[in-house]
């Protein structure tokens, strides 16, 4: 708890103003925080929105330029709908609170230290610059300048569909291919509420309670609870007018309503990293002089969220020469994921997993498997997760084939002829409902 004190104790922001900042002011400040803080700063864009306008991220770290062995990669991502407006701001004060807080204050400054955090303010600035009329429940600027929702815009794990890629969706799918991201969270508006994987799902994943559950519900349940639980009101499960109640604060997202292409399962299926959506003011585009109230409620669980990239365990995968072998599956018995989770071109493979004892196994072509049973403390304590290397020897037989990632959604199954009638009618008041998030 003296960790969580040290940094609420520290003061607002200064170099901030709260107010909501449009494209030219955003990229201002994003520059001049990189021009003061070029040793912990980078500032990139990972492509453009329709209307031309730069996706700007600003990544921080001690090795802010490029992914260094053993070091976690992390993301937030704001602004996905265009009106939902408040995760951009609060992003841009985060980014102010870290670099000011570096070598001020230990936590902080550890994890920058330990942790490469990437910090997309707006991920659909044409939509942020259309809302002329803010407002709580407008729909005016939640789509791309194509008329496209993102938040349905990427490929969808359960079924075919054939949504036609936005360029900004492509640009997050290719930043998501190049980074080595573990952990990330997708912010938005209109609820108060931590939502976790699976958003969408089929007669394999949805129980008879209607969860839509993951192999790794336990770790995404401890996520979802380290945000609402560090949230000054999220965790009371607090209505917002609209008759939705969360206890803990928390749901699974296809229990709530249901999402086709949404971002949080592309990135958990095919980009090897855990997301959860994180809903954050009942009004999405509330007045600006309550953005303090915000930044305050939020401040600490967004950094406790960003340190759960040190849970579990990491490390590489070498031959007995001491080489990285890449896309070897690593992977903890019991938790096979859709797409099989290998490790990157520098043999590293990152596990999410709670505290306790684990079995992992490490498999590829041309090697013996190898099981090693591991002890997982809180790497969270420490900023670390637990560090294992695998060194796998060669096989003389005939290599085992692995499966490779499936190009086609792995459940194919329709829902709507395997599962209960009772699931049956909670799919159709989700999709109904899911029209207005």
């Keep these: 708890m003296g960790i969580l004190c040290l940094v609420l104790s520290l003061p ?21 925080v990189h021009k003061n803080h070029s040793s912990i700063t980078h500032l990139y864009s990972i492509g453009k929105s329709v209307e031309g306008r730069h996706l700007w991220v600003l990544a921080l770290g001690r090795f802010p330029t490029q992914h260094k062995i053993g070091i976690p990669e992390f993301k937030y991502v704001a602004n996905m709908h265009g009106d939902e407006v408040v995760g951009r701001e609060l992003l841009l004060h985060l980014i102010d609170f870290l670099v000011t807080s570096y070598h001020h204050d230990p936590v902080i400054t550890k994890l920058i230290d330990s942790t490469r ?15 002329k009329n803010p407002g ?30 936005q360029p900004e969706t492509q640009a997050v799918m ?52 380290t945000y609402s639980m560090s949230h000054a009101t999220m965790h009371s499960g607090k209505e917002c007018g609209i008759g939705d109640y969360f206890p803990d604060g928390i749901t699974n997202g296809f229990a709530w309503y249901k999402v086709e292409g949404g971002m949080q399962d592309y990135n958990y299926i095919w980009g090897q990293c855990f997301e959860i959506t994180l809903e954050l003011s009942c009004c999405k585009y509330p007045p600006a002089e309550e953005l303090p109230s915000f930044w305050n409620d939020n401040k600490m669980a967004l950094i406790e969220y960003v340190k759960q990239v040190h849970l579990g365990v990491k490390g590489r995968v070498l031959n007995k020469y001491g080489e990285s072998i890449a896309d070897v599956i690593v992977e903890a018995t019991g938790r096979r994921h859709v797409c099989p989770y290998k490790t990157n071109r520098d043999g590293e493979y990152y596990l999410l997993l709670l505290p306790g004892v684990h079995v992992l196994n490490a498999t590829a072509p041309g090697y013996k498997s190898v099981l090693q049973i591991v002890d997982v403390p809180d790497g969270t304590l420490d900023f670390s997760a637990l560090t294992y290397d695998f060194v796998l020897p060669d096989v003389s037989a005939e290599p085992k084939v692995v499966s490779p990632c499936p190009t086609l959604p792995h459940y194919t199954e329709s829902a709507s002829t395997t599962l209960k009638p009772a699931i049956n009618i909670l799919i159709s008041i989700n999709t109904l409902y899911a029209v207005f998030r």
């Design 12 to 32: 607002l922001v200064t170099g901030l103003d709260f107010s909501y900042h449009h494209t030219a002011e955003l990229e201002a400040f994003l520059r001049e």
């Design 117 to 131: 955090i990437h910090i997309m303010p707006s991920m659909n600035p044409d939509g942020f610059e259309a809302t």
């Design 174 to 225: 290719d930043w998501i291919k190049t980074e080595t991201f573990v952990l990330s969270a997708n912010l938005h508006g209109g609820a108060l509420v931590a939502s976790y994987p699976f958003d969408n799902g089929n007669s394999v994943t949805i129980t008879s309670d209607g969860i839509s559950k993951t192999l790794d519900n336990d770790v995404f349940v401890h996520l979802a609870k």
């Design 136 to 165: 709580c429940y407008t729909l005016e600027g939640r789509y791309n300048s194509n008329g496209a929702d993102l938040n349905r815009n990427f490929p969808d794990g359960f079924i075919s569909n054939s949504n036609t890629i």
